[in-house]
């Protein structure tokens, strides 16, 4: 059963600052991770895809990397601001989940960008 | 851009009440999902139907809940008996294809079982 573990739970840094989010996964043979944002009591807002084939994608300030092999995953913020403060995700299509191609998600990271 | 859009946004209901919460897919997607989010928990997978028919279920998808496809727009999860426990955001999503695809949530219905 795959299983998505995210670190840290929380951080907290100045603005400014660039900043690396870790999601590990149990399982490697996944089709796609896909990264989201969610605001307080919000929903969830896809921020990239990335396929199982891809090392990387990249949206403005934010890149997300992909090891497959070793089952992790990174989420780099550049130049953080306060309006970045949100809990970030990090979900995977299993290959062993048969034709319904469901997330699976990790509990996510709260980050809070200080002004 | 398309959208997959919920309603309502917010539902408040009784223990014992029957409850239908409402999406619509984005309308060439062939794959529908549900999903809950406790508060302070994980987004946990409900059940996912495909050409019709309920392709995969979680545990927690016991004979409480069901899901239609009604007409060729609208996507339903029925919980016939709520519990406390039912209280939680509701995610729909959809893809259009299979597992190399974008999954596209809505903003969710907050359920709130008193």
């Known amino acids: 059963k795959q299983e998505v573990t995210q670190i840290p739970a929380a951080l907290s840094v100045p603005e400014g600052e660039n900043l690396v989010l870790n999601c590990s996964f149990t399982d490697s043979a996944i089709y796609n991770l896909q990264w989201f944002r969610q605001d307080p009591g919000k929903g969830l807002t896809s921020l990239l895809l990335?396929?199982?084939?891809?090392r990387e994608q990249t949206s403005g300030r934010l890149n997300a990397s992909l090891d497959k092999s070793s089952g992790r995953s990174t989420l780099y913020i550049a130049a953080s601001q306060p309006g970045d403060s949100a809990t970030y995700l990090c979900?995977?299509?299993?290959?062993?989940?048969?034709?319904?191609?469901?997330?699976?998600f990790g509990k996510g990271t709260l980050l809070t960008v200080n002004p | 851009e398309p959208e997959v859009t919920q309603t309502p946004s917010h539902q408040v209901t009784q223990m014992g009440q029957e409850v239908i919460l409402r999406c619509v897919p984005i309308s060439n997607h062939l794959y529908f999902y549900w999903y809950r989010q406790i508060l302070g928990q994980k987004v946990e997978f409900l059940v996912s139907?495909?050409?019709?028919?309920?392709?995969?279920k979680s545990e927690i998808f016991d004979d409480q809940f069901s899901v239609e496809r009604p007409d060729g727009s609208n996507f339903t999860l029925k919980i016939r008996s709520t519990k406390l426990e039912d209280s939680a955001m509701y995610f729909c999503?959809?893809?259009?294809?299979?597992?190399?695809?974008?999954?596209?949530f809505g903003p969710g219905t907050r359920l709130t079982v008193t």
């Open positions: 979900a995977v299509v299993d290959m062993g989940g048969g034709s319904n191609y469901k997330l699976t």
């Open positions: 990335i396929q199982s084939s891809q």
């Open positions: 999503a959809s893809r259009k294809g299979g597992g190399y695809y974008e999954q596209y």
């Open positions: 139907f495909y050409n019709n028919e309920i392709s995969e």
